[in-house]
């Protein structure tokens, strides 16, 4: 008997923003990047990335931020798109769709969510069963971030944030972001960590026992005292404001404060759900950020979902 294998017309793929639970940033390497050593966690805003066949390349935005990405070719999920089928030796053009629920250029990852949703949708609507290495590699040619929302939890990245590597953790964690109206580059960040420690002799990255010990235990209180970012300062220097929203989470409650990545989203973890909703209230009305999202974390990584949230 012989089995007909038909493909998909259209795949869906929703993948997670990241929290760097702790960021440490070693010296400039002579490629331009730094060397990282990082702790992310994948937090519970999705994006999700629809693919099906099309005349030409297009980019159709929808959701919360869709105003924000660029509609062509210089999307980041053309870019994975078009890898993919340079890998595959696939001469076809994409509409791929694009919910976008993750905060733009704020430190949250959400580009490279949406270019580790695209990978695996491609692969899948174009049948050619790349393993997970394979992914991951096509991901790290296309960002240092793009390779750990391909499998999410909460993982420890090495190298210049890519090489990810188990951690062990317990529990589930609630979050509070607070959203700027304008994002921060995350070459103008590392750039001004540069001209920050300028005369300071940078040592190499270490995550500290003390941050693996509290998610060892899946302890809120010891993690919120442990979350450290070398970006922070960096990015107070670039929005003096955030030092000010950072206090104001903290002085209503938040177990601990952060700068998500390279900013400038705030990353605040709260004790429970409903002190998550008693800081969103309070930090509404301090009216110091432009959106409030609430999450939990750890979540999965990438995945293919029946259909897309939103109609098409
Ligand atoms: C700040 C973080 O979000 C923390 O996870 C990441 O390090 C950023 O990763 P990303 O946005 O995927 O960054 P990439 O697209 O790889 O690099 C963009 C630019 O950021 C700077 N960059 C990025 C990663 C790294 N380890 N060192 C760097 O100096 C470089 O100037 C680089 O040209
Ligand atoms: N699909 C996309 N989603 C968001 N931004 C995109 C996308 N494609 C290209 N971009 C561009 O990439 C820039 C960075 O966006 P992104 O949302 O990934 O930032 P980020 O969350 O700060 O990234 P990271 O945390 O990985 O440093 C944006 O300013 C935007 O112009």
Redesign the pocket.
């Known amino acids: 008997m012989t089995t007909v294998s038909t493909l998909p017309e259209v795949v869906t793929v929703r993948a997670p923003a990241k929290v760097?639970l702790e960021?440490r940033v070693g010296p400039?390497r002579a490629d331009?990047?730094?060397g990282?050593a990082?702790v992310f966690q994948a937090v519970s805003l999705h994006d999700e990335v629809s693919v099906s066949r099309s005349d030409e390349w297009q980019v159709v935005a929808a959701g919360h931020y869709a105003d924000l990405i660029p509609s062509g070719t210089d999307n980041i999920a053309v870019r994975a798109a078009q890898l993919v089928a340079e890998r595959g030796g696939i001469d076809e053009a994409l509409t791929i769709r694009i919910d976008k629920d993750i905060p733009v250029a704020g430190?949250m990852?959400g580009g490279?969510a949406d270019a580790a949703a695209t990978l695996l949708a491609c692969d899948q609507l174009w049948g050619l069963a790349l393993d997970r290495d394979e992914l991951s590699e096509l991901a790290a040619e296309l960002?240092?971030?793009?390779p750990f929302p391909l499998l999410g939890g909460n993982l420890m990245?090495s190298g210049?944030?890519e090489q990810l590597t188990p951690v062990l953790a317990r529990g589930s964690f609630n979050w509070v972001f607070a959203v700027s109206g304008t994002g921060l580059s995350?070459?103008e960040v590392?750039a001004e960590i540069d001209r920050l420690r300028a005369d300071a002799d940078v040592p190499e990255p270490r995550v500290s026992a003390r941050l693996m010990a509290a998610l060892r235990r899946g302890d809120a209180e010891a993690l919120g005292s442990a979350l450290a970012n070398d970006?922070q300062d960096a990015a107070f220097s670039l929005r003096p404001e955030l030092r000010e929203l950072c206090e104001a989470g903290v002085d209503f409650g938040a177990l601990g404060a952060i700068v998500s990545?390279?900013g400038p989203t705030v990353a605040f973890l709260t004790a429970s759900h409903e002190a998550a909703l008693d800081l969103s209230v309070s930090l509404s009305a301090a009216a110091l950020c432009r959106d409030i999202r609430r999450a939990k974390g750890p979540v999965h990584g990438a995945h293919v979902v029946p259909a897309p949230r939103t109609p098409v």
């Open positions: 760097n960021l400039r331009g990047y730094h990282l990082t430190g990852a490279s960002g240092s971030d793009v990245g210049r944030g995350t070459p590392y970006l990545g390279s």
